[in-house]
């Protein structure tokens, strides 16, 4: 199985289920938390819920398709992140992330969004790495632009965020 040691404190591995345990365990806590900015926590209603994401996405990994991984900090899973979507014949990802709040502000999001960058530059052959928030999502738009990524517009009504609906701000970094 996948997994990358980024530096002392903090690794990228897939999401197994012991990741996955662990990860649940925080949702489950953080819904109301989490669920400003992201639309499938709601969902997420127990740890089969979870895992069956968890076991799919390892066979969309196999496939080449995404690759979501368990952030791992000091050996406890704390959120996820990875590239939700990988389109090969353009050379291209969306990344996608999340972290548990008592983990934010330790620059951990920064450094792993940083390393994915590299590893999808270096190992996968990407040309083009995306991502995207919803606007007013600072936490999120610090990480991005501490990662490198350039603003490349806004999409309007791109979300319905639990009867919301919210706008987009689109960020890309190329190699």
């Known amino acids: ?89 353009l050379k291209k990802a969306l990344i996608g992330y999340w972290l548990g709040s008592e983990f934010q502000g330790k620059g951990i999001m920064t450094r792993v969004v940083k390393f994915l960058i590299q590893y999808g530059f270096d190992e996968l052959g990407l040309e083009k790495i995306e991502t995207a928030h919803a606007v007013g999502n600072v936490p999120s738009q610090k990480v991005i632009l501490a990662a490198g990524f350039e603003q490349e517009g806004v999409i309007k009504n791109a979300e319905n965020l639990h009867g919301k609906i919210v706008d987009h701000v689109i960020y890309g970094i190329c190699k």
């Not at 591995?13 to 012991?18: E, I, N, T, W």
């Not at 109301?32 to 979870?50: A, F, V």
Request: aromatic share 12%.
């Open 1 to 89: 199985m996948f997994s990358v040691r980024i530096d002392d404190e903090l690794e990228l591995a897939l999401l197994v289920p012991k990741y996955a345990r662990q990860n649940y365990d925080i949702i489950a806590a953080e819904q109301d938390y989490l669920n400003q900015w992201l639309h499938w926590p709601k969902d997420t209603k127990s740890y089969d819920d979870l895992n069956k994401f968890a076991v799919e996405s390892i066979k969309e990994f196999a496939d080449g398709k995404s690759m979501t991984c368990a952030i791992v900090y000091n050996g406890a899973a704390v959120g996820c992140c990875g590239f939700n979507s990988i389109t090969p014949t």
